[in-house]
């Protein structure tokens, strides 16, 4: 095993940590009170500085825009991004946009690619991911499906329901997953839809607990008989939770290094207020019951960033099967980290962690939902005592 980076990814690690920290943070209050009202100057800025800088898409093919990462590349520059709220989003490298274009890449047509792949990885369109359906529909478990396409001469005709679709409101199309037949292996198709086609219901952006932010605004939508061509079909009939996997497992680790930065960059905070701070005759870092919490955190950290450049140097080779349960621990651990680490710096500020002064509540509001997108803590856990029960997981690899 080799941890060290290529210096061609060193360096740009380096500049994207450097992009972060001086322009992105000192800008993120800004950009967060224009999306309120609803414009995107100070982000426009920023994302043609990164454009300008070559950090544009790395993760994409140069004929895309990006620099041909692999995911291993792509787990040392995301880290770094998501050590801001809105820093993914400066390099168009967000989710969903992120997770649907390497599947348009991988597995949509030249004629999908070109219309739909292209403008957004140059970020004039967004676009949404409908899996997700409301009970009794699909949720944790894709088989609950209820959404259905019907072949119709040349045409499907799409009916469903489906919420929790990130940014629909706003997207240019959607990949929407579908019933097309009741076999268990097979019967999931995906169809790349234009938003405003004929029938599509826009219901509501649904309030949760995080206040909306950019592209993260879930929105319900219903589909009145919407037809689209044979030419919507992503890859082919009956590939749609193939498709599904092949997009959920390298997205469960996307989202693990962004979220690691995050729990990174959230304890840095807490180290600069606990070595100033004085309480009982010393200072805050002084006291070992502080030191035990700063301990598990380190910890967690360094064992969440192992696990997720595990879990990609098996997908670089090609395994992408063998990789699901390790992502599921990966995506476990650095969820419930995020979590926990954002819960800590709040207590270790006291009133001053619990008040909007800093940003944490308004972090674990967002971080909250880590334990549920993708897959619920409880569905990870039957993934990796499965693996071990039934198909010998390795341990200790």
Known sequence: MNFELSPEIADLRQEVRVFVEDRIIPNEARIVAEDREKRRTTLDKLQAAARAEGLWVPHLPAAYGGRGLGIMGMCALFREMGRSPVGAKVFNCDAPNQGNMDLLLSAGSDAMREKYL????????????????????????????????????????????????????????LIVMARTSDDPKT?????????????????RDIPTMSEPLLDHREAEFKFHGVRVGEDAVLKGV????????????????????????????????????LVSRESFGKKLAQHQMVQLKIAEHALGIHSGNLMTYHCAAMLERGLAQEARPYSSMAKLHVARLLCAVLDDAIQLHGGLGYSEDLP????????????????????????????FFTRGLELLV
């Open 118 to 173: 292209r403008p957004l990885a140059a970020g004039e369109i967004t676009s949404a991911f409908c899996m997700t359906e409301p009970a009794p529909g699909a949720g944790a478990d894709p088989s609950n499906l209820k959404t259905r396409a019907v072949k119709d001469g040349s045409s499907w005709v799409i009916h469903g329901h489906k919420w929790y679709s990130t940014g629909g409101g706003d997207a240019a199309f």
């Open 187 to 203: 019967g999931a198709t995906m169809f790349v839809v234009d938003r405003q086609a004929e029938g599509i219901e826009h219901v």
């Open 238 to 273: 009956g590939e749609g939770f193939r498709l599904a996997q092949q997009r959920l497992v390298p997205a469960r680790l996307t989202h693990c290094m962004r979220w690691l930065g995050l729990a990174d960059r959230t304890l840095a905070m807490c180290k600069q207020y």
């Open 360 to 387: 944490f509540s308004t972090w674990y509001r967002y971080a909250r939902s880590a334990r549920i997108a993708d897959g619920p803590d409880e569905v990870h856990e039957v993934v990796i005592a499965r693996d």
